[in-house]
Nanobody, 124 residues
Framework: QVQLVESGGGLVQAGGSLRLSCATS????????MGWFRQAPGKEREFVAA????????VYADSVKGRFTISRDNAANTVYLQSNSLKSEDTPVYYC?????????????????WGQGTQVTVSS
């Protein structure tokens, strides 16, 4: 079992930045590919970014490409999402997820464990 705890959300002005963190416990962190998703009220959870076990490969949703960066520190058992040039549509709850299988995927069904989420609010 893996426990995921997100932090770093909050209120930020449009154009600003936030760094989200997801700390993990349980099985060895480096055996999991990690992903970030987000979900607005009344909408489906959508993919944001993912990173392989080693951190050597990343993939992003088109809506955040060039603005967001996913990274991981396997020694600290933590994955990060640096979010820059934030827009009002970047507002929903952000979730991190862990995938025990190889490769990175952009679907919620591809992940085995989820955090409780952290709220990001971008004000215009």
């Amino acid at each position: 079992q893996v426990q995921l705890v997100e932090s770093g959300g909050g209120l930020v002005q449009a154009g600003g930045s936030l760094r989200l963190s997801c700390a993990t416990s349980g099985r060895t962190f480096s055996t999991y590919a990690m992903g970030w998703f987000r979900q607005a009220p009344g909408k489906e959870r959508e993919f944001v970014a993912a990173i392989t076990r080693s951190g050597g490969s990343t993939v992003y949703a088109d809506s955040v490409k060039g603005r967001f960066t996913i990274s991981r520190d396997n020694a600290a058992n933590t994955v990060y999402l640096q979010s820059n040039s934030l827009k009002s549509e970047d507002t929903p709850v952000y979730y991190c997820a862990a995938r025990s299988r190889t490769g990175v995927v952009m679907t919620t069904s591809g992940y085995d464990y989820w955090g409780q989420g952290t709220q990001v609010t971008v004000s215009s």
